[in-house]
């Protein structure tokens, strides 16, 4: 496997070292500048989410989580490699390391597991800030950041970044969540990613499956500076917060569906 470069500004930076393995810190933002294929990169990773790009013998943790929860993404690493080495398929293992990692945040945190199901009383705790109402088409869309451990805890092991009530069934229909933690300069492309396939769930009807690269896609143009840029920006330059507002002028939703669901 040929080497890649780590990306510029990666700030990596040594946790701890354990039996051979050894956990960094990285800045997540930059490794999801790198390429569209990188732009998945979330909580953690090791060399088999990225190939050429992360060591074998590291396991790479997005920076603003590491002080809460970088036990639980170590021990989800160590389970997901020790499962690999005794020939379990990459979808075994994942599944083994998270029961791995649910087990431990449970005893720690003292969270019960409420799972994937419609959850009618969410804890206050879970909401910290609101950060734009967008007018959608239909009703109001109240974006939340939320405390992305307290929802790892307590709806999805594997939550990262962001998600919308046509995914999982605990999140209102009317909000979107992005974790707090996330870089406030890259709080605009998830809010973008997630309002998008919110509607491409809803009103073109794709499955989550179908809708998530089509917003992967465009969420990595826009950090490009990419079309379709020029419908959420007056003149090119990096999205912003303020933009936000015209996602749901329908040109942006249409060029979407043009370009991605009618090809």
């Not at 732009?39 to 002080?67: C, K, M, R």
């Not at 451990?149 to 919308?164: F, I, N, P, Q």
């Not at 999982?168 to 933690?181: G, K, L, M, N, S």
Request: a negative charge; hydrophobic letters at 35%; proline letters at 5%.
């Amino acid at each position: 496997m040929t080497r890649r470069r780590a990306p510029t500004g990666l700030k990596k930076r040594l946790v701890f070292r354990q039996n051979g393995t050894s956990m960094y810190s990285v800045d997540s933002f930059a490794v999801r500048r790198v390429s569209r294929e990188d732009e998945e990169f979330t909580n953690y990773a090791i060399d088999e989410d990225f190939p050429g790009l992360i060591p074998p013998d590291e396991v790479w943790v997005s920076a603003p989580l590491v002080d809460r929860e970088a036990l639980f993404f170590f021990a989800n690493a160590l389970a997901r490699r020790q499962a690999l080495a005794k020939g379990r398929s990459s979808d075994a293992a994942y599944e083994a390391a998270l029961e791995v990692e649910r087990s431990l945040r449970t005893s720690i945190e003292g969270v019960a597991f409420h799972g994937g199901k419609r959850d009618t009383h969410t804890p206050k705790e879970i909401y910290q800030e609101r950060y734009i109402v967008l007018e959608d088409d239909r009703a109001p869309v109240t974006v939340w950041l939320i405390d992305g451990c307290l929802a790892r805890d307590r709806y999805k092991t594997d939550y990262a970044e962001g998600g919308h009530g046509y995914v999982y069934p605990w999140v209102p229909r009317d909000e979107i969540w992005a974790e707090q933690t996330l870089d406030r300069g890259e709080l605009p492309f998830i809010v973008v990613h997630e309002y998008l396939e919110r509607r491409l769930m809803r009103d073109a009807k794709l499955e989550y499956d179908v809708a998530h690269p089509i917003c992967s896609e465009v969420e990595y143009r826009l950090r490009e500076r990419s079309e379709p840029i020029s419908l959420l920006c007056s003149r090119p330059r990096r999205l912003e917060k303020r933009d936000l507002h015209r996602l749901a002028d329908p040109a942006f939703y249409e060029y979407a569906v043009r370009h991605y669901v009618e090809k």
